[in-house]
């Protein structure tokens, strides 16, 4: 975790300096994006909320995701990490929504995605995606991998948006 605490600390600043929001929806990362937004002191001027939404029950609970939205969702990949992100973003009314979706480990997805694979988003006023391949089997180093790519992606979509 101490890792990820310099780029939640750009990431902080950049916000705070604008007065944009940002919410989360994370699954095997495991709460690690915000716990790492939520170490910056001032984390109540930029953060809303987020959550673990870690199966399909959580998602439509917690996110407000229809069947509709499922039919749009095929596995690890850019577009389901950008429905679960434009939803939180939309639940929570944010400037900014971060989302991630994998498998940590040791074993792959049900979809067939290999151990050490997420998707990871980011929904705002531009949108960003990518997929973050490890080829690791190691649980807690993916947990750490995806939530850092999560942060990197949403620090490169902040000072992108300028």
Known sequence: MKELVPIAEGIAAILKQRGETVAVAESSSGGLIVAALLAIAGASNYFIGGSVTYTRKA??????LGADSFGQMRGLTE????????????????TWAISEI?????????????????????????ERSAIV???SGDRVANMSAFARAALELFEAALKEQR
């Open 79 to 94: 577009p389901t990490a950008l429905v679960l992100a434009r939803a939180m973003r939309a639940r929570l009314a944010t």
């Open 59 to 64: 998602m439509t609970e917690l996110l407000g």
């Open 102 to 126: 994998g498998a940590a480990g040791p074993t792959g997805s049900r979809y067939g995605d290999a151990a050490g694979t997420s998707a990871i988003a980011v929904a705002g006023p531009i």
């Open 133 to 135: 391949r490890t080829g």
